[in-house]
């Protein structure tokens, strides 16, 4: 899991990332709500979505000037009382649901969301069918059966 | 069906994962080859959408100007989000100029700049632009889906946004896709 | 001069590891001895090529041979000595070599303590891994030479990425890389087995000690990452579901499925499909995970940007050998001797539950991870983060760490379920009590939750050592001289399940931790989370390639000093580049953590944590590791015939 940098040769994308500024792993204290309700509500809100300059933290861990935006942006718009629905409908319309950190759950995504149901479905299966394989055990004999087994084994 | 047959189907299950697997592999690569995909790069949410709702100050000596002003101006015709602290907008100075040159109308904004850097970095490199606006807080740029500078849009002659192109322009990307697609749409 | 002997020498493995891969395989068929005996000279002898090879490769970078392009790319004079070293295998180039030294290693390993092997056997085995190491070798020398020159050479190195400069992260790719790659060593046996036509007691004592081994080093290598993430990136947590974090997953997942398969192939000539299907799994999730990341196609910070050609080259690579063992398995694995037979319920039965559920674990991380390239094909863009796999991985895990504690306590071939729960009544009633009391105390379901299952699975593991001790139904005397002659395999499995309950523990210690962000000004004092925490004072510190700006900072509870720390920000000269320096003071139940950050109207901004139980996430993990060794060491005194031919070392 190491953190290794493209080469600086990423400049093939030649986009500059909205990190402008020391790359400082914090955000400052004046950017929280003072009421801790809905700083914590923030919070949340903020912990779904994805940071689209890293593109691997959330915007709630990114240091990036365009995530502290986001963050402050979210912040208000609890404030003025949206909802969290209405909030991350709002960043979609934006970004698009890439943004989302949990993906929707709409028919393009039935196959993500049923995989452990799934896969413990087709292992289940496999078991069931690679144990019929086995022999089954013999029936028990009948009494018959087992007086022709003692007189033979006499 | 016979029990061996069965259990050889069975058998064939990983493979056929697999493979399944190493299709869709091969396919983005092919893709990535092509130019096609790119992991990192975000779609816009503004393709075949109008341009959103804006109005910005000027940079002295321009005007400032709205989305209505592009959707009147002439048609189809760029907008680009730049900054004189972003070096890939450098590089794509010449780019612009050349755009410029063959009468595309590009209205510029500077994304969260200061008016005297804007104003230096426009008389360094030259001014392409049919009008530069300042989006100071850059509040603009996230209706518009902007996750870095340089960004240019294409809009049609209709107003509807047909591309977004994010990273600094090069002679051969101006050639490559927004050329043809200006023609497309002239 | 160096750099190019490294080339040659790069060039001789190849072609030593093309021998490889044909003459010994051709002996086994052939039951040609010469021809066999062949497999074990060329492996030392590749493994000898790619030493001088990879040595070559350090040295440039030691003395600063800037003609060498990776060197000119990736190190620079003014960095220390242990990061110019340790910066080889911290670019792409590097890296793959790096891969193909351990590959080799393993390959000598074989060659070198598997001298008790059949020799058939051991000529498949050699023989698969040098088809693998050719492979790889090949695209080294062709697609990603790391002695390419660049001519003329820059006077200082562009230096490496500072983030990779730091003791953990520097030792990390060796220690994973032996984990992802010592998995050949069982997929090799595998194959072998699958063209040999016979799976039995004795390969499957031949097998286990080395995937316990390559398991040991892949679960430290993850751990080591996570830990890293932890301390280094300054946000607190430790682990994002990344793909590249995925990706060292997935191998674990079905390589933990694998060794307990292993055990029982080795006791009951059960489970053979199984073992040798994990076996291929395995490996091949390393090669595809650890090169899903080169080829760039996912979206992750840890992929380097590669040319697609490359990822071509590495996919055709791949088809060869996954697509060529699976098929194998296909056609030859239905003629693999009938199994041992096993009712439902037993301590088979509870493996194969153990195998289904790991599997479907591992299928539910592949799909998180690869469905936004699935989606991509359909040109919609999606992306899975950690609330996906949050809300499916944990129902799976729900079952799995119930029946960790139930499987061991069963019989082989038929158990009755009920006595066998009865037996670990008090282990369910003390986690319970512990859940219960949690959220009645914290109002914390997760954390209650994971704590429960923690105690569950510490007191569980130590059920079968009670079991076999018979503990309290004998007098306590014989049950201590029981205990002291149980194998230490049975430690090994007990300690190293409970590490998995330490590590959870630790999970859910982290569920509650406190974090805030606090702007202070020298002088002031803070109090949060039950501690005081003063900035006495603010200084800056020249470090070797770097110049750090250093917080002290005293931390105090109840009136007594608990620490005094100092979190800097490094500014890096050359890369420019500034990154953090977090400080992180532990007593092992609670880690008080600090990030600087940047200073605001002469005020500075500190991020401060208090982490429960931190350290028992890593700790679990060596706790898992060294259970591992246990059994890994257990072995070694135990074997039968292969032992006669004289002391056969620890491999790995």
């Known amino acids: 899991m190491s953190r290794m940098a493209a080469p600086r040769l990423a400049a093939a994308f030649a986009l500059l990332l909205l990190a402008g500024g020391p790359a400082l792993a914090l955000s400052s204290p004046s950017e929280m709500l003072a009421n801790p309700v809905l700083e914590k509500r923030a919070e949340a809100i903020g912990m779904q979505l994805r940071c689209v300059v890293c593109q691997n933290e959330s915007i709630e861990q990114s240091d990036a000037t365009l995530a502290a935006q986001f963050r402050a942006i979210i912040r208000r718009r609890v404030m003025e009382g949206w909802s969290d629905k209405r909030i991350m409908d709002w960043m979609v319309q934006r970004y698009g649901t890439f943004i989302l950190l949990r993906p929707p759950f709409d028919p ?23 144990r019929r394989r086995h022999p089954e055990r013999p029936e028990p004999l009948s009494p018959a059966e087992q007086q022709r087994l003692a007189d033979l084994l006499k | 069906m016979d029990a061996v047959i069965r259990r050889r189907l069975l058998m064939l299950g990983p493979l056929g994962i697999a493979a399944a697997g190493s299709g869709v592999f091969w396919a983005l690569l092919l893709r990535m080859q092509q130019g096609k995909y790119d992991p990192h790069a975000l779609q816009s949410m503004l393709v075949g959408k109008p341009l959103p709702d804006f109005t910005l100050p000027g940079q002295a000596p321009s005007a400032g100007f709205s989305n209505t002003d592009v959707n009147r101006g002439k048609l189809p015709a760029l907008v680009n989000f730049f900054a004189s602290w972003c070096i890939p907008c450098v590089e794509e100075a010449s780019a612009l100029d050349g755009l410029a040159r063959q009468g595309v109308t590009i209205w510029g904004i500077a994304y969260k700049d200061k008016a005297a850097a804007t104003a230096g970095f ?24 902007l996750y870095g500078v340089p960004e240019t849009y294409v809009v049609d002659r209709t107003g509807i946004v047909r591309l977004r192109y994010a990273g600094g322009l090069s002679s051969d990307s101006v050639n490559d896709t927004i050329l043809p697609l200006l023609r497309k749409l002239a | 001069m160096i750099p190019e002997l490294g080339h040659f020498a790069l060039a001789l493995a190849v072609a030593l590891a093309a021998a490889q891969a044909v003459l010994p395989i051709v002996g086994a068929q052939s039951r040609d001895p010469r021809l066999m005996a062949a497999g074990p000279a060329l492996a030392v002898g590749q493994l000898t090529a790619l030493l001088a090879a990879y040595g070559c490769l350090i040295w440039s970078s030691v003395v600063n041979d800037f003609s060498v392009y990776d060197v000119a790319m990736n190190s620079s004079s003014t960095e220390p000595l242990f990061y110019r070293i340790t910066g080889t ?58 002695f390419r020159r660049m001519w003329p050479p820059p006077i200082q190195g562009a230096a490496i990425n500072p983030l990779l400069q730091d003791p953990g992260l520097a030792i990390h790719p060796p220690i994973l890389y032996t984990g992802y790659v010592g998995f050949s060593i069982p997929f090799a046996f595998a194959v072998a087995a699958l063209l040999e036509g016979r799976v039995d007691a004795t390969w499957g004592r031949w097998v286990r000690p080395w995937t316990l081994a390559a398991w040991c080093f892949l679960t430290c290598g993850i751990a080591l990452g996570s830990w890293w993430a932890y301390y280094e990136l300054g946000w607190g947590g430790f682990w994002f579901w990344d793909p590249v974090e995925n990706a060292s997953l997935l191998p674990w997942l079905t390589g933990t499925a694998l060794l307990h398969c292993a055990i029982v192939v080795e006791k009951r000539e059960a489970l053979k499909t199984w073992t040798v299907l994990l076996a291929i799994a395995t490996f091949s999730l390393s090669l595809c995970g650890t090169f899903m990341v080169r080829s760039g196609i996912l979206n992750s910070v840890h992929s380097f940007a590669v040319d697609p050609t490359q990822g071509v080259f590495i996919l055709v690579l791949l088809a060869i050998t996954i697509g060529g063992s699976l098929a194998l398995f296909a056609f030859r694995a239905p003629v693999l001797a009938a199994s041992g037979v096993f009712a439902p319920i037993s301590r088979e039965g509870a493996l194969v539950l153990n195998n289904v559920l790991l599997c ?63 037996r670990l009544w008090w282990a369910g009633a003390i986690a319970a009590l512990i859940g219960i009391g949690t959220e009645f105390g914290l109002h914390r379901a997760f954390a209650a939750a994971g704590f429960a299952a923690a105690a569950w ?67 002031q004092t803070i109090a949060f989370g039950g501690y005081q925490w003063t900035l006495l004072a603010m200084h800056d510190v020249p470090g070797s390639d770097y110049t750090a700006h250093v917080a002290d900072l005293r931390i105090m509870r109840d009136g007594r ?82 032992a006669r031919r004289g002391a056969v070392g620890v491999p790995a």
């Open chain 3, 89 to 146: 295998w911290g670019n792409h180039d590097g890296s793959i070599l790096l891969w193909c030294l351990v590959l080799a290693i393993c390959g000598g390993a074989v060659a070198l303590f598997g001298r008790g092997l059949p020799s058939a056997l051991r000529a498949r085995v050699l023989g698969v891994m040098g088809i693998v190491s050719a492979g790889f070798l090949l695209f080294t020398l062709t697609a990603s030479n790391p």
């Open chain 2, 122 to 145: 426009l008389t360094r490199y030259g001014d392409p632009y049919h009008q530069v606006a300042r989006d100071a807080d850059g509040r603009t740029a996230i209706n518009f889906g």
């Open chain 3, 360 to 422: 479907s674990l591992c299928a539910v991380v592949f799909t998180g991870t690869a469905y936004p390239l699935f989606a991509a094909l359909f040109h919609v863009q999606l992306s899975v983060g950690p609330p996906y796999f949050h809300l499916t991985v944990v129902p799976l895990l729900v079952p799995l760490f119930l029946a960790m504690s139930v499987g061991p306590v069963l019989a082989w071939k038929r158990a009755d379920l009920a006595p066998a729960l009865l």
């Open chain 1, 108 to 130: 393009m995504t039935w196959v993500l969301w049923g995989a452990p149901a799934i896969a413990l479905a087709v292992g289940g299966v496999a078991v069931a069918l690679a």
């Open chain 3, 457 to 523: 699975l510490i007191l569980g593991a130590f059920a079968e050592l009670v079991e076999r001790v018979r503990l309290f139904r004998i007098p306590l005397g014989n049950s201590w001289s029981r205990l002291r002659a149980q194998p230490l395999g049975v430690w090994g499995g007990a300690i190293a399940h409970a590490g998995m309950g330490v590590t959870v523990a630790g999970i859910a210690g982290m569920s509650l931790a406190l974090s805030t962000i606090v702007a202070v000004a020298p002088g």
């Open chain 3, 561 to 642: 000093q608990v620490a005094v720390v100092h979190p800097s920000l490094r500014t890096f000269g050359q890369q420019h580049q500034t990154v953090t320096d977090t400080s992180i003071q532990t007593n092992l139940l609670r880690d008080l953590y600090i990030a600087l950050g940047g200073e605001q109207d002469g005020k500075v901004v500190l991020r401060l944590h208090v982490n429960t139980l931190a350290a028992f996430v890593w700790l679990g993990a060596l706790v898992m590791a060294f259970g591992g060794a246990l059994s890994l060491v257990d072995r070694r005194l135990r074997v039968g015939a292969p």
